[in-house]
């Protein structure tokens, strides 16, 4: 493997690509897509940015490129997801269109990989390396939104990339990589807002890692300091520089702050994120529903989430990294002081809404998982059960992984059971990317029509060959066909409860007649002009 690494590592790279790319037909935009692809053609067609600056530019622009080089534009429509539905379907080649956007964020997915491989090469070697991403690339909720037209993978390549290249910066500060830390830094900025929360709690972390294992003194330290303010100047520069030619290089009046600022766009989406924040967002774990979301949250969805063999492998990987000396303390610790560092901010987080919010800490998840794997491989000179072991969890990652395909977005591991539901919801497990499955379904029914409170703005009737829908009641079925979304089922998403707080559900102890992927329930309920149902 070492003397062909570069070959397995592109193998590895081109499996992951396939695998992404065979899932664009298969589901329809979800929830999000739209409204992303929306601004980012606002962006490419009239240089504005006004439809909505909770989220930077970089990974919308992206993902509009694809349809905006086949001839699609802006319609103005009155908001951000009606005018991503016009971009989708408005020229009648839906699926084209949609595949473009998703392609879009391929290049993010690559970098990540990139990033993951020639930083643990360089400080834990090949094997280390090589099985870091066979890890990663085969985890389930990584394909899920390497595979999306989101914001989600974009933020994992550049908080990474702006990692590695701040921990080179720190080796050794020279005017190169001063403008490379600048430059990936300022992309990290782009990509995502959580960046500035994700990029401080991760590098606080890692220099608590470099303090406990090199212990400088106080004198090293601000000599440290001294000899690194100026090119930290100007990685800061280039980052600014970068930022501010993504928002096409805008100066306008930022109101809160009572001044005229480069790139407003990006101080009123943070103040956008804060209040997001402060008021919280429909939240679903457990069978319980919440506002304001959990502090447990992303560890339970962590848990069910990611396959059960790579967590056996990251825990033997820590155990390993523990007992290391401190001379080699760093080197093993720093994967987990990025991931940790993330994952421990989350608990503050009263956005619980999927793994996808914190899916940058797969990366250093996945370089410990391999040194678990790689100390089994070593162990087996000596203990030929540890070859088994590491054999059974290498194939099981792989195989569960493979017969999971192509729904990443749904995945849950066994702790989660047949009904993972009970646990979570959104866009875990339903995003509304089933729209196109249950279409299809109907029609093989012979539905003529159909109750459905659907989750995601689309032509469901024009497009995807529904039969005529009506609004699915809370407190009653419809005769005929009723399809619920278990997003909008059970964490209340829509508001489709509310004049209702206190009733029933009908659909609560009412075992669905059959499931359509795995985001949508599907029951018949007998009515006297109903025809006879088709099996």
């Known amino acids: 493997m070492e003397k062909h690494s570069t070959l397995f590592f592109v193998g590895l790279l081109a499996l992951a690509t396939l695998r992404i790319a065979a899932t664009y037909s298969v589901f329809n935009h979800t929830a999000d897509e739209p409204g ?68 879009g964020i391929l290049p993010f997915f690559w970098v990540s990989c990139i990033v993951l491989y020639a930083a643990t090469r360089a400080i834990l070697g090949e094997p280390v390396a090589l099985c870091s991403v066979f890890l990663y690339s085969f985890l389930p909720p990584v394909l899920a939104h390497a595979g999306l037209a989101t914001t989600d993978m974009p933020l994992t390549a550049m908080l990474a990339a702006s990692f590695v290249t701040g921990l080179m910066w720190l080796q050794r500060p020279t005017t190169r990589r001063s403008l490379l830390f600048g430059a990936c830094t300022g992309l990290a900025i782009v990509s995502k807002f959580s960046v ?31 000899g690194r303010f100026v090119p930290l100047l100007l990685a800061a520069a280039v980052a600014i520089l970068v930022v501010w030619a993504v928002y096409r290089f805008s100066i306008g009046k930022v109101a809160y702050l009572g001044m005229t600022l480069p790139f407003p766009e990006l101080f009123d989406g943070i103040k956008e994120v804060f209040q997001h924040n402060a008021i919280g967002h429909p939240a679903y774990l457990f069978g319980k529903r919440s506002h304001f979301g959990w502090w447990y949250y992303y560890p339970v969805v962590l848990a069910v989430k990611t396959p059960l063999p790579f967590l056996a492998l990251f825990f033997i990987g820590l155990a ?29 987080s009263h956005i619980n809404i999927g793994v996808r919010h914190i899916l940058p800490v797969y990366l250093g998840f996945s370089i ?168």
């Open 320 to 348: 390993v990294s523990l007992r290391k000396s401190r001379r080699a303390l760093a080197a093993y610790w720093l994967p987990l002081a990025f991931s940790l560092g993330i994952l421990f901010f989350s608990l503050t």
């Open 196 to 226: 500035f929360a994700f990029l401080p709690v991760s590098a606080g972390a890692a220099l608590l890692c470099y303090l406990v294992a090199a212990r400088p003194g106080w004198r090293t330290l601000l000599a440290d300091i001294r």
């Open 36 to 103: 992303h692809i929306a601004v980012g053609m606002q962006w490419l067609d009239e240089g504005r940015y006004t439809y909505e600056s909770q989220h930077p530019p970089l990974a919308r622009i992206a993902v509009a490129f694809g349809p905006f080089l086949m001839g699609r534009h802006t319609a103005n429509q009155p908001n951000r997801d009606k005018e991503g539905i016009d971009i989708l379907y408005g020229d009648g080649h839906y699926l084209r269109n949609l595949t473009l956007a998703r392609m």
């Open 368 to 535: 410990t998982a391999a040194i678990g794997a790689v100390w089994l491989y070593r162990q087996s000179s000596t203990a030929r059960w540890a070859l088994w072991i590491l054999g059974a969890l290498l194939v099981w990652h792989g195989a569960s992984s493979l017969l999971s395909h192509p729904d990443y977005i749904p995945y849950t591991n066994l702790l989660a059971g047949d009904y993972p539901e009970r646990i979570l919801v959104d866009s875990d497990l339903d995003w509304g990317q089933d729209m196109i499955r249950l279409g299809k379904r109907l029609r093989e029914l012979g539905a003529r029509q159909v109750a459905f409170n659907p989750l995601v703005m689309s032509y469901l009737e024009e497009a995807h060959g529904f039969p005529p829908i009506t609004l699915m009641q809370p407190t009653r079925p419809s005769p005929g066909w009723n399809a619920a979304s278990l997003t909008v089922m059970l964490s209340g998403r829509l508001g489709m409860y509310d004049q209702f707080p206190n009733a029933k559900l009908w659909t609560e102890g009412v075992k669905p007649t059959e499931r359509v992927g795995k985001g949508v329930y599907l029951w018949y309920v007998p009515g006297p002009q109903d025809p006879p149902l088709k099996r």
